[in-house]
């Protein structure tokens, strides 16, 4: 099945910048979209990003927009989320999974990894 292995999780100071990535164990990038998806303790998994397959436009809740860019290098079995400007609310564990299309609809995505905590506190 794989799944991935995300990376880049840290304490950040509000205003700061993390690079999270994402790499596919297991299987290839090949014909899926990545989203990236972020959870707090005690609420639901809510999306974050997600990166088309075909032509590989991002899209970004708008609570994001902006501030973060993804990526994905299909080589390297890769996707990066840079997070610039970041804010205390983005603290969150985050994950990234796979699915033909992108969305935001999180039970529909597959090779779920175990993520990486992102802090931004002062």
């Known amino acids: 099945q794989g799944q991935f292995v995300e990376s880049g999780g840290g304490l950040v100071q509000p205003g700061g910048s993390l690079r999270l990535s994402c790499a596919a164990s297991?299987?290839?990038?090949?014909?899926?979209?990545v989203g990236w998806f972020r959870q707090v303790p005690g609420k639901e998994r809510e999306a974050v990003s997600c990166?088309?397959?075909?032509?590989?436009?991002?899209y970004y809740v708008d609570s994001v927009q902006g501030r973060f860019t993804i990526s994905r290098d299909n080589v390297k079995n890769t996707v990066i989320l840079q997070m610039d400007n970041l804010k205390p609310e983005d603290t969150a564990v985050y994950y990234c999974?796979?699915?033909?299309?992108?969305?935001?609809?999180?039970?529909?995505?597959?090779?779920w990894g175990q993520g990486t905590e992102v802090t931004v506190s002062s």
């Open positions: 999974a796979t699915d033909y299309l992108c969305s935001w609809y999180a039970p529909g995505f597959q090779h």
């Open positions: 297991g299987f290839t990038l090949d014909g899926y979209a």
């Open positions: 990166i088309s397959e075909t032509d590989g436009r991002g």
